[in-house]
């Protein structure tokens, strides 16, 4: 919808039916009407003035400093389990005892994923547990040559798979800031331009106490990159 927001206008006679709606969440999202089975997290008492606060300091910068939405970037983290298992299987009718194969396997990578205005997705960079080469997948790997030339990247967490203030700076310096190059130089825009990095607010990324702490490690080494977080707690 965010290529043709006409759509949307009022008279425009575009319309969307139940049924439609239902096949689109089942078919496409998966999703089904559930009975809830925790409580939900708490919002902030202000979470809507912080949700407005922060779009509206993006607002600021794209008009003060033109950013196209090339320009604009949203970056996350997420875990992803290796060997994904469930806690069914089939067994015969009346079994007492039920096992299931490697329920036990919980190994983890971090994938850092980032996308555009424009809808350009940047390389994934996936994040592994160890200390050396051997903790990164095998250059031997299944589709390893089909993920370099991608540009995908991997990085040490050091003993654990979780981001860190050092592989969240090499995401920024081999993924983010080429990409910007390019964007820059193929919309004839100068290395000057300013682009806007949205995250959320979370202690790598909002550190701003010693010079190698983001916030002043980007402001020296990358100043064309303005920062803006997602308010904790209120997605």
């Not at 089939?90 to 039920?98: A, H, M, T």
């Not at 040559?145 to 654990?160: N, P, S």
């Amino acid at each position: 919808m965010h290529r043709i927001p006409q759509l949307l206008a009022p008279g425009s006679g575009f319309s969307i039916s139940k049924p439609w709606v239902h096949r689109f969440l089942q078919d496409e999202l998966s999703w089904s009407s559930r009975v809830s089975t925790q409580k939900a997290k708490k919002l902030p008492d202000n979470a809507n003035e912080l949700c407005e606060l922060s779009f509206l300091r993006a607002v600021f910068a794209i008009k003060l400093h033109n950013i196209p939405d090339a320009l604009i970037v949203n970056a996350d983290q997420t875990g992803i389990i290796l060997l994904p298992t469930g806690r069914r299987t089939y067994e015969l009718k009346g079994s007492k005892d039920v096992s299931v194969s490697n329920h036990e396997e919980k190994r983890q990578m971090t994938v850092v994923l980032a996308s555009a205005c424009s809808g350009d997705f940047l390389p994934f960079q996936s994040i592994w547990g160890g200390k050396t080469d051997a903790s990164l997948p095998s250059t031997n790997a299944l589709r390893r040559d089909e993920a370099d030339q991608l540009g995908f990247k991997y990085g040490h967490g050091d003993t654990r798979h979780w981001s860190s203030r050092d592989t969240t700076k090499d995401w920024v310096t081999t993924l983010l800031v080429p990409y910007l190059a390019n964007m820059k130089q193929a919309l004839g825009l100068p290395d000057s331009q300013k682009s806007l990095l949205l995250l959320d607010v979370w202690g790598i990324h909002i550190a701003n106490r010693v010079p190698e702490d983001f916030i002043p490690w980007m402001q020296v080494n990358h100043p064309n990159i303005l920062l803006d977080f997602v308010p904790g707690g209120c997605m």
